[in-house]
């Protein structure tokens, strides 16, 4: 499956940015996060390799092209947003105890859970002084304050929903309500946002405004249901985690809450019993699996992908954007619910 | 020993602008963050009792004052140094396994690490959006900018102290100056930051702001090396931590750091040996109280303290100050290398 353009497009820019952000800090709090980022190995050496696809920055940016908005003078709060996933990703890896992430080992699993948390708590702060760096780009003081609003709450409701993903791991009582509200703060807050900013840097029409961060909200939902099916049903080789990674470590993704509220009879009473396990083993996995195909859960969860990008799409359609910057917006939403990886 | 009157001045508007910063923002997360700040008990019933002194944002709006500034317009500043704080305390116990803090289970070990690291993260968030309200202030936008500039600094400092403390935990080569290098970051990075605020929201002068700083960081010096000094001569009553704890916990604070410069033969021998054990243990204590008694340590570490105060009232003395706030200013001062809680 190819990555739309618009990766392309922007992806040397965000990354001088990044670094520019970086540049001069030399500390080795920095090289724990220059290591997160994929920029040199665990000693501190040079790499070229995978990285993240940037897809927030990504967003952000394509919105203030769609509104009509010069792209350049969005990049310090395309950057910040990344800044503030990223951060995210070290303290998530923390509590999880992941060990892998982007098929290498996550900070703390090299520089051990206290200092992981420290590198975490200063990319957090260098979110907010990337998106100081607006100020260089003559955007007005009014909106860069706006701008650092916006960023904030989104940051809470990430977090926010970061402590209900959590809180859920050990309940059996989670509906598909529940997760919604999940994952509307932990997953598409941030991307909601990034559209958001990219349009209020590209114009000051507040409909359009609006209308983006509606769609970011909508399509950050695809995303995160496109996300919970590969977590099940992806690959090791594309995803970077083992299939069946999210049952190991029982998560309650929409395949799980889904099947937990469907089952019935003996399904419904395994699926209880592997849940209220401490570790769930390689041949629960299997069971999870078979009670998951027996409810059809894959085609549900694609459906629902499918319904939240219509409604992107619908969001899309419904502002008047620059024609052009509008297919690849829609391309971008496509992608998001079709992507393996 | 009293607190200052400072202290009492602000006590009242410093809560009400904390509470209002939180206010209306309702999930268990936050009632987390009211449990660490003392409102509230681990049910989140409302409780009266000791909470943190509120040093730096006093010392924020005491700074504000003395420079001839409105100190209600610099109200969100000040409750946003110490929302920084006490981020960086709830992360600090979770990194340090301390299960106590001011008399009280710390968050972590009510709620977890996870949900522990969650509340630090948005308390961190909160600190921005607190200072965001500085916007309803009248203060001036480009000032507001260069307050979060300041902030967001300081805050990237101290977590990088943070680090060093931490990474100082497992040496036995630590001097006085890497320790002094740490304690700069860790301790007096916001302390500076906080003096220097509530001069730049008081002021327009340079000078003066550069010498509230410049104050500020030689305050947190002696602050900090006071702290150390509790850490291993105060008692539980006062400090609220067991007497010679920092020893039990291997802190390499300044008494230990010293003592390991200046004890020579079978004293040396002696000190390696027990900061190379796993655990410290009860006779160790003793030993490494022997130790630093032998070495007179106890009045190295106050001559030390005084060394920064007498800076830090020269600093005072060197600015044109409000005369009835300097003199406040400079028995704040005081009250920090003299205090025994």
Chains 1, 2 share one sequence.
């Not at 080795?28 to 000693?43: A, S």
């Not at 203030?64 to 395309?78: I, Q, R």
């Not at 349009?199 to 029409?205: E, Q, R, V, W, Y």
């Amino acid at each position: 499956m190819r990555l739309p353009l618009a990766f392309e497009r922007y992806r040397c820019e965000i990354d001088a940015e990044l670094r520019s952000v970086l540049a001069g800090r030399e500390s080795p709090l920095y090289e724990m996060m220059r290591y997160h980022l994929g920029w040199v190995d665990e000693h501190g050496h040079p790499v070229q390799g995978s990285v993240g696809k940037c897809l927030r920055p990504t967003l952000l940016l394509l919105a203030c092209e769609a509104v009509g908005g010069a792209w350049h003078k969005a990049l310090p709060a395309a950057t910040a947003v990344e800044l503030v996933h990223n951060f995210s990703l070290i303290h998530d890896d923390i509590q999880d105890d992941d060990r892998e992430r982007r098929h290498r080992p996550t900070v703390w699993s090299i520089w051990g859970k206290p200092q992981a948390i420290n590198a975490g708590d200063s990319m957090h702060t260098l979110a907010d002084i990337a998106l100081l760096r607006l100020g260089d780009q003559c955007v007005a003081l009014e909106k860069q304050q706006r701008a650092h609003h916006i960023m904030s709450e989104a940051c809470l409701r990430l977090v926010e929903g970061q402590y209900y993903d959590i809180s859920y791991e050990n309940r059996l009582d989670i509906g598909v309500d529940d997760y919604l509200k999940m994952i509307e703060m932990k997953s598409a807050a941030l991307i909601a946002c990034s559209l958001e900013l990219g349009a209020l840097l590209g114009s000051d029409d507040e409909d359009v405004i609006r209308g983006l961060f509606a769609c970011g909200r909508v399509l950050g939902l695809a995303f995160q249901i496109r996300d919970d099916f590969l977590g099940i049903w992806g690959t090791q080789k594309k995803t970077g985690k083992p299939s069946g990674s999210d049952i190991r470590r029982k998560k309650k993704s929409l395949p799980i809450v889904y099947a937990m509220e469907k089952a019935r009879g003996t399904a419904k009473r395994e699926l209880l019993n592997i849940y209220q396990k401490d570790v769930i083993e390689g041949q629960d996995v299997d069971a999870v699996q078979g009670i998951l195909d027996a409810l059809k859960a894959k085609s549900y969860i694609e459906e629902e992908a499918h319904k939240y990008l219509k409604r992107s799409l619908e969001e899309i359609r419904g502002i008047p954007l620059v024609p052009s910057a509008a297919l690849e917006l829609e391309e971008m939403a496509r992608f998001l619910v079709e992507r393996d990886f």
